[in-house]
C-alpha cells in the first residue's frame, strides 16, 4: 500500500514543512519513505513544491506521475498540478487566495478556507496545518496520532511554543472535512 501526495505553493507558506511533517509521520510508523524537494529560483515568494511517497513496502521508483492527494496553496500550483491527481484522488484548496477557474470531476476537491481558519486559531501562519488536516483523513498510511509524534519530533525541540498551535490547526483541518 501506498500514499503519493504532491504539497505546493509560494515559497513561505510552509510547502516543505508539510513535506517534512508527512515524512517523519511515515519514518515513526516504520514505513519506507521518499521526500522530494523543489524550490523556485526565488525562494520565499517564488514557488515551492515537493512530492511524499509513504509506503508500507519498498519503493522502487520516486516518481509520481499521478498523487492520490494533494494540497495546494495558491493559483499557479492549483492551475499546475490539478492534473497531476489520479482519479479517485483527493485536493485540498486554500480557497482563501485560489479560484477554481477549472476543476474535474473524478476527484474529490476540498475547499478550505485556510487563511481564515488560521486567523481563528490567532496565527496566520498556520494556513498549511490547516490544509494537512483536511488532507490527512483521505490518506491510507498515516493519521493524526502519526502526524503529532512527526510534529513533537520536528517542533518539539526547537520551537515547543509552536507546538500546541500547529496541532490545533491539524484538528481544525480534520474538522472542516467532517
Same mark, same amino acid.
Request: hydrophobic share 35%; aromatic share 4%; no cysteine.
Given at each position: 500500500m501506498m500514499d503519493k501526495i504532491v504539497l505546493a505553493g !509560494?515559497?513561505?507558506?510552509?510547502?516543505? !514543512?508539510m513535506g517534512k511533517i508527512f515524512a517523519v509521520s511515515g519514518m515513526v510508523s516504520d514505513l519506507e519513505v521518499c521526500w522530494i524537494p523543489s524550490y523556485g529560483p526565488e525562494m520565499r515568494g517564488g514557488t515551492a513544491n515537493c512530492f511524499v511517497l509513504l509506503s508500507d513496502e519498498e519503493i522502487h521508483?520516486?516518481?509520481? *506521475? =499521478?498523487a492520490d492527494g494533494g494540497i495546494v %496553496?495558491?493559483?499557479?500550483?492549483? *492551475? =499546475?498540478f490539478l *492534473?497531476?491527481? =489520479?482519479?479517485?484522488?483527493? %485536493?485540498?484548496?486554500?480557497?482563501?487566495?485560489? /479560484? %477554481?477557474? /477549472?476543476?474535474? *470531476?473524478?476527484?474529490?476537491?476540498?475547499?478550505?478556507?485556510a487563511i481564515e481558519a488560521a486567523n481563528e486559531l490567532g496565527n496566520p501562519t498556520i494556513a498549511n496545518m490547516v490544509c494537512l488536516g483536511a488532507l490527512l483523513p483521505h490518506l491510507k498510511l498515516t493519521d493524526y496520532n502519526k502526524v503529532e509524534k512527526a510534529i513533537? /519530533?520536528?517542533?518539539?525541540?526547537?520551537r515547543p511554543e509552536l507546538l500546541e498551535i500547529n496541532l490545533a490547526a491539524i484538528k481544525k483541518g480534520i474538522e472542516i472535512t467532517n
Open positions: !509560494f515559497g513561505g507558506q510552509g510547502v516543505m !514543512f521508483s520516486p516518481v509520481i *506521475d =499521478k %496553496l495558491n493559483q499557479p500550483s492549483y *492551475d =499546475k *492534473d497531476r491527481i =489520479k482519479t479517485g484522488g483527493v %485536493l485540498v484548496v486554500n480557497t482563501s487566495i485560489v /479560484e %477554481l477557474n /477549472e476543476t474535474r *470531476d473524478d476527484i474529490t476537491i476540498i475547499k478550505v478556507q513533537q /519530533e520536528v517542533v518539539g525541540a526547537k
